[in-house]
């Protein structure tokens, strides 16, 4: 399969435990995106990564998220101390970044339930 | 900042007839893309149909058509024969053209129900 593989697909995790979300984008793309999908609502952009660069972190909450996207392996989302409202589905896209239209081709999401 | 507007948060039709997903979108840019994405049950996100801004032409994907008026800012999708499999959330999305690697901003969906 050469397309956008999330892990995992679902998460369970108590208040207060950390929440690790991984996304290996499609061969040949350098561009990672992750969006949050909350409860009948719309996908809400979060951050844009390049490798091992940040390029745009507007759509992040300041306190307890953080994401990665190192030189080898995959892209990491990163939760500290969940707490309920973090439960949503969460998706990583990519795209080669290149080229006049860069259409952003998405994973599965990995679904995060907070007990 | 860009926003996406969909006003039709549920449509049904029948199977086989047409139907129209309304999106309007608000930018001060001229450069960009639009696009929709469906989102069956399965909660995939799939890409059915995009649009340069800068071609006048409408886009068109077997069944999916787009009706694209720029300087109303709208952007509808047109599916005909409308099958049971078109079951889904229907997002609106644009992205813009005037740097490389731009986030998608979206509506918050529009959800159509094939009936038999």
């Known amino acids: 399969n050469a397309g956008v593989m999330q892990n995992p697909r679902h998460l369970v995790r108590r208040r207060g435990q950390e929440a690790r979300l991984r996304c290996s984008p499609m061969?040949?793309?350098?561009?990672v995106y992750w969006y949050r999908q909350l409860p009948e609502e719309g996908l809400k952009f979060m951050v844009y990564l390049q490798k091992e660069n940040i390029i745009d972190e507007s759509g992040m909450p300041k306190e307890r998220f953080s994401a990665e996207f190192p030189k080898e392996g995959p892209s990491i989302l990163r939760i500290q101390q969940v707490v309920r409202g973090d439960s949503a589905a969460y998706f990583c896209a990519s795209s080669p970044g290149t080229g006049s239209i860069q259409p952003q081709h998405f994973g599965d999401g990995t679904r995060l339930s907070i007990l | 900042a860009q926003t996406v507007t969909q006003s039709q948060p549920e449509m049904s039709v029948q199977e086989a007839e047409t139907v129209t997903l309304s999106c309007t979108y608000d930018t001060s840019e001229n450069n960009y893309y639009l696009f929709w994405y469906k989102q069956p049950p399965s909660r995939q996100m799939i890409l059915v149909i995009r649009q340069e801004a800068y071609k006048q032409q409408n886009a068109t994907e077997n069944r999916f058509s787009v009706n694209f008026q720029k300087a109303a800012k709208s952007f509808s999708l047109k599916i005909s024969d409308s099958q049971l499999g078109d079951t889904a959330m229907y997002f609106c999305a644009f992205m813009s053209g005037e740097t490389s690697g731009s986030r998608l901003t979206f509506g918050e969906g529009t959800q159509l129900t094939v009936n038999p």
């Open positions: 061969k040949g793309h350098s561009h």
